[in-house]
């Protein structure tokens, strides 16, 4: 009886173990942005894709985050070509990927860019974010869904994603997920796992006409009892750290080489609480890519 009692003892605290090391945050995710998918002929809108892919086959990837401007315009011509790239597929020119799409103010302007003046289009392409957003909920991928924004939340590898949309706050097309993103960290996050946030408007001077001081201070508000590991923006169509708080920001370079230099995106590893963020440059149409130094190396939270 002793020895059996010691046995289940012994293989609860392996399983007790074993359980913990399943806790430790484990996840690697490539992030680009601004796609801006335009009518065909296709140019270079497959070159982030072999990118990635190639890169996949280097390094374990567990899945790819969109920062929002997914489309340049609204048409179902657009949508088809976006969806033979970004959509996962085992194609080569496909991503090989789980996606998990950001809208930006392209998406929701699809004339001019600017949600708060004109939205004439948007509701075709909410109509696709509405039908990845069930595919994702139906495969048990997303936790949370704030259905006026469509902001949501996943976990991978025990890292809680936090996807807000072209910002939070945001009331150009629905209500403010202000108060979505409070009860979602709440609900999810608590417990102390790394957390990564996701929007499209970020911190550069620019994007201050995009979104107010007053939202970013109650957002920051928000985030400061959790552990924050990384913030990823796009928007502005270069690759830069801005800081907010003294927190990085990690804004996320356009899909095509322009008078900035190449493309590029980056690659985030949480292992516990190291996070790293690499910038990878985009140098052909053959699947070719240059880490670009330096690389950030943080240990979470970062918001303490």
Request: hydrophobic share 35%; proline share 4%; with cysteine.
């Amino acid at each position: 009886m002793i020895f059996a009692a010691l046995l289940l003892f012994g293989l609860s605290a392996l399983n007790g173990y074993a359980s913990e090391k399943k806790k430790q945050a484990n996840c690697t995710v490539a992030i680009a942005s601004d796609l801006h998918f335009d009518m065909p002929p296709e140019t270079d809108q497959f070159h982030h894709v072999l990118a990635i892919n190639a890169l996949g086959e280097k390094m374990h990837i567990d899945a790819v985050v969109l920062a929002g401007d997914l489309f340049d315009k609204s048409h179902p011509r657009i949508l088809d070509l976006y969806r033979r790239r970004w959509e996962r597929g085992p194609e080569y020119k496909q991503i090989h990927y789980d996606v998990f799409p950001t809208f930006g103010n392209h998406d929701i302007s699809p004339e001019s860019g600017r949600p708060n003046l004109n939205r004439v289009g948007m509701e075709f392409n909410l109509h696709y974010l509405d039908s990845t957003l069930l595919d994702l909920k139906n495969k048990k991928q997303i936790l949370g869904l704030h259905r006026s924004s469509r902001s949501y939340s996943y976990d991978i590898g025990g890292v809680h994603f936090v996807c807000g949309q072209l910002c939070a706050g945001d009331t150009t097309y629905c209500e403010s997920n202000m108060q979505w993103i409070s009860d979602d960290l709440k609900k999810y996050a608590s417990d102390g796992r790394p957390v990564v946030y996701v929007q499209h408007y970020g911190f550069d001077q620019w994007a201050l006409e995009w979104w107010t001081e007053e939202q970013r201070q109650q957002l920051f508000d928000i985030l400061a009892p959790y552990n924050l590991a990384a913030f990823f923006v796009g928007h502005t169509h270069e690759a830069s750290i801005q800081h907010y708080r003294g927190i990085p920001i990690f804004q996320v370079n356009n899909a095509w080489r322009d008078s900035d230099g190449n493309a590029s995106f980056d690659v985030l590893k949480i292992r516990g609480n190291n996070v790293t963020v690499e910038t990878y440059e985009v140098l052909d149409d053959q699947g070719t890519t240059r880490l670009v130094q330096p690389v950030a190396t943080q240990t979470a939270p970062i918001n303490k």
